[in-house]
């Protein structure tokens, strides 16, 4: 059994989530939550019984938002995995959720079958579920803040993480948003090695997740 909470500010929505998720085999939502300081007392109650697995974040909400949530819980809940699922899209909403220790960005239009899918690769350690599109306003931020790639290598080459021109050149393409087969046909390789190239980057930065990647190189860069 898979066990979620669902944090959002509109009942509506909190409803209709709870509700197809249970209508799937091996989801049950332990609870919901109208904004973060709420999530916080229910993260306490459910200590003593059972914690979630997976939390669905919504970022923008009245009182405590998702983002100021997950900064309240990441080091008192160090095995959550917290999945962002909000109607935003804009850079600096993307950048603060990524710093703040999101595992994943989805958007609510997503359908439910993605989200299951994005659940099921958090608990897997497969990725972070983030759209193409995410990842590459991600990599528009680092960008917009005038991160030439000369400089953001040097960078990396300044911290231990002795990583190789090859794993930084994939890297790179990672922080763009191509997927595995589109790293493959620029350097002219195998989706298989891509893969391998990807598991030894995050062992060497210590990751264990696109979006911890590119947590990582923001940071990084923003040094």
Known sequence: ???????????????????????????????????GKVFLEKMMEARKLIMPDVILMD??????????????????????????????????????????????????????DKIKEAIRNLLDDEGAPMSPSIARKALNLLMSANIKSKETE????????????????VLQHLVNGLEYKEIAEIIQTSPNTIRNQITKIYKKLHVTSKAQAIRKMINITSK
Do not use: H, W
């Not at 509506?12 to 609870?31: C, D, P, Q, W």
């Open 154 to 169: 040097a960078k990396l080459n300044s911290d231990d993480y002795n990583l190789s021109t090859r794993e930084k050149e």
């Open 59 to 112: 970022i923008d909400m009245p009182i405590m938002t998702g983002i100021e949530a997950i900064v309240e819980a990441r080091d008192v809940y160090p095995n959550a995995k917290f999945l962002m699922l909000t109607i935003f899209d804009e850079d600096s909403k993307i950048f603060e959720a990524i710093k703040a220790g999101a595992n994943g960005y989805l958007l609510k239009d997503e359908p439910l």
């Open 1 to 35: 059994m898979i066990y979620i909470a669902i944090v959002d500010d509109k009942k509506n929505i909190r409803t209709a989530l709870k509700e197809r998720l249970e209508n799937s085999e091996n989801y049950k939502v332990i609870f919901t939550a109208e904004n």
